[in-house]
């Protein structure tokens, strides 16, 4: 575990994709986390299918080789083959806190999680009118919102932080295609932040986004997906570090 500085340092991944014959894969760069860092924090993606048996393999990776607490919420690879509830309950068993619309508090500081959904950024949001569908659609979006605003009212310290999956703002999205940032997040996930601030949101899923960003409000914005950690620092094992209490 990391020496004690004054501050409790992160170690944040996301975009894992953990697949049925990836056992093995991460244990090198968990067993750095675990020298580095005090807490691990992923941000979605950790499967490649939303299969259990890829659940299996992380969990077993998580057991053998992290040895230090470990939070995550959900990505929408996690719910692809409709297994979310049943993936949660595997990492669940074997320590890791997965959050959905949940709250938690580690070595003193406090983490809010959801997964997140799309919707676009801004003047370009997606708005609830015309069909049925859309608004469904949009409805998606607004109920992840007040998720994370619920988990982020129950936190009491003065150190927090939101992990999210999706975006909550068009900065830490920018290097992927235009075509594609409707689908990379949402502005309406930032609104909670504006009205609960925390110290840091840290979230995944823009693999070929940018490291940092602000929200309008000033709160630093991380992108911690592992294709995009893998570019920017070749040289270095795919996670970051984020010091919260500095």
Known sequence: MAATTGAIRLGAMSDIHVGKASQGALASMFAQVSERADVLVM????????????????????NTSLRVPCVTVLGNHDFEAGKADEIRQILTDVGVNVLDGDSCELHGVGFAGVKGFCGGFGRGALGPWGEEIIKIFVREAVNEAFKLESALARLRGPHRVALLHYSPIRATVEGEPLEIFPYLGSSRLEEPLARYPVTAVIHGHAHNGALEGRTASGIPVYNVSLPLLKKCWPEQAPFRIIEIGA
């Not at 299918?49 to 969990?59: F, I, N, S």
Request: with cysteine; hydrophobic share 35%; aromatic share 4%.
């Open 43 to 62: 941000c979605g993606d950790l499967t490649d299918y939303g299969l259990p048996e890829e659940a299996r393999v992380l969990a077993r990776e998580i």
